[in-house]
């Protein structure tokens, strides 16, 4: 089992999970973040910093935001396992449903 992010993270970027994640499995995509499945340890430290509550265990990811769980690994079908996202910076790619959803707006 491993952590997702969900839709409320597309177009926002917080990052405040990045800073929060002891293994830096938590990735940047061109409009939101993805979580390593296989890099992730279940350690949650992630969820609570959410500004927008983007963020669930996998069982408990609302039905409406189901297609993030395939996202979050679909994401790293092309790069694969590279131990740590600092080593990649920046991946300026998404896939679906993150890649085709309009522009997000967020309150400031």
């Keep these: 089992m491993t952590y997702v992010i969900a839709e409320p993270c597309v177009d926002l970027l917080d990052k405040a999970c990045i800073e929060e994640c002891p293994v830096d499995c938590i990735y940047e995509g061109g409009r939101m973040l993805y979580i390593h499945p ?13 500004p927008v509550e983007a963020i669930y265990y996998e069982d408990d990811v609302p039905d ?14 092309e790069l694969g396992s590279p131990g740590g996202a ?4 920046k991946i300026d790619r998404d896939v679906e449903p993150a890649k085709s959803l309009p522009p997000q707006e967020h309150d400031e």
Excluded: L
Aim: proline share 3%.
């Design 86 to 89: 600092s080593k990649v910076g």
């Design 64 to 77: 409406q935001w189901a297609a993030y769980t395939k996202a979050n690994v679909d994401f790293f079908d």
């Design 38 to 50: 296989d890099e992730c340890v279940d350690c949650g430290a992630c969820e609570p910093v959410c």
